[in-house]
């Protein structure tokens, strides 16, 4: 019973978007992955992408988890087409930050608070965003000779892709709304990336299919992630509020 009304009560706080955007996206992904044939790493790391930028959009406190496996995933996509730099910001930086931010907001969460199944959203300082500014410019730098070293497709499109992703995940882990800004601006580049190979015409080019399809649902997704988490912070801040009364 107790198990019943938690699931009820998960699928309570879906609003309409919710409702709409995750079936039709999965549906979406599952209708282009059978036209196109496409092979099954395609089409399992796009179902678990849609649910990992859906949790995340939602603030729930697991989403960690599932980005972990969606970057797990994606790494191993992009070493198969020769995106190292992909392949690298996956494996090295977003599965270590996302791990580091679910055993942060574990512990962090406040007990038996309203939004205690949500993350915690912070308001970054103006000398944390002068160092991230300057920590995107280093790793752009060192990133463009080593990916360039690893003769990696794209070279301008992963040296960004992998710095600003740096930053997206950075964010996530720091709670800040504006991750989604760094997120939609990721999306694009790597729409670009995966959209080249298939419009060149290159042979397996119809598994990147899915993966653009993807793409475009995690930018719709992202910003409705950036709206929704705009009300969820005023709600944590009410919420503290009144426990301070």
Do not use: H
Not at 45 to 53: C, D, F, M
């Amino acid at each position: 019973m107790e198990k019943e009304n938690k699931i009820k009560n998960f699928f309570k706080g879906f609003n309409l978007y919710d409702k709409i955007f995750l079936p039709t996206a999965l549906i979406a992904i599952i209708v282009v992955s059978i036209v196109f044939k496409c092979d099954a790493l395609s089409i399992i790391y796009s179902i678990v992408g849609i649910l990992a930028v859906f949790c995340l959009s939602k603030g729930f406190f697991f989403a960690p988890i599932v980005l972990i496996a969606m970057y797990a995933l994606y790494a191993a996509q992009s070493y198969l087409q020769g995106l190292y730099g992909e392949m690298i910001v996956s494996l090295v930086i977003v599965v270590p930050l996302q791990a580091y931010a679910f055993i942060y907001w574990i512990v962090k969460k406040r007990k038996g608070a309203q939004l205690a199944d949500k993350m915690i959203m912070r308001r970054l300082c103006w000398k944390e965003w002068v160092s991230i500014a300057a920590a995107v410019v280093a790793v752009m730098t060192g990133a463009y000779f080593m990916l360039k070293a690893f003769n990696t497709k794209f070279l301008l499109l992963s040296t960004a892709s992998l710095a600003i992703s740096l930053v997206a995940n950075y964010l996530t882990m720091r709670g800040s709304k504006f991750q989604f800004i760094a997120y939609i601006i990721v999306n694009l580049i790597c729409l670009a990336m995966w959209i080249l190979p298939l419009a060149s015409g290159q042979t397996n080019g119809s598994n990147f299919v899915p993966i653009a399809v993807s793409m475009v649902a995690y930018l719709v997704n992202n910003i409705y992630g950036f709206t929704n988490w705009l009300k969820l912070e005023k709600a944590q801040k009410q919420n503290i509020e009144e426990e301070k009364k």
